[in-house]
Nanobody, 115 residues
């Protein structure tokens, strides 16, 4: 059973940085895509960033130039480096691994950006 374990959320002032991690446990599989989503109350979950095994990356327009997604294939872990954070980045962040059979989700980690 694949389990995604997230870490790294918290509170930061505007302009600050945080790094989120997501480890895929219970599997030795290498997944083609690893991604991060975020959600705020009353809104749909939105894709923040994704990365393939070939290191192709895509980002939500609002985070381009500020966020960087990366992955460690050996550790089966994805990372989301978030710089120059803004109050509008405040959300619960979820890591995701989509597969043909099902989509795996982490438990979510709160990121709060405020002064």
């Amino acid at each position: 059973q694949v389990q995604l374990v997230e870490s790294g959320g918290g509170w930061v002032q505007p302009g600050g940085s945080l790094r989120l991690s997501c480890e895929a446990r219970g599997t030795r599989s290498t997944f083609n895509v690893m991604a991060w989503y975020r959600q705020t109350p009353g809104k749909e979950r939105e894709l923040v960033a994704g990365i393939t095994t070939g290191a192709e990356r895509n980002y939500h327009d609002s985070v381009k130039g500020r966020f960087t997604i990366s992955r460690d294939k050996i550790k089966n872990t994805s990372y989301l480096q978030m710089n120059n954070l803004k109050p509008e980045d405040t959300a619960v962040y979820y890591c995701n691994i989509p597969t043909v059979r099902q989509s795996y989700w982490g438990q979510g980690t709160q990121v709060t950006v405020s002064s």
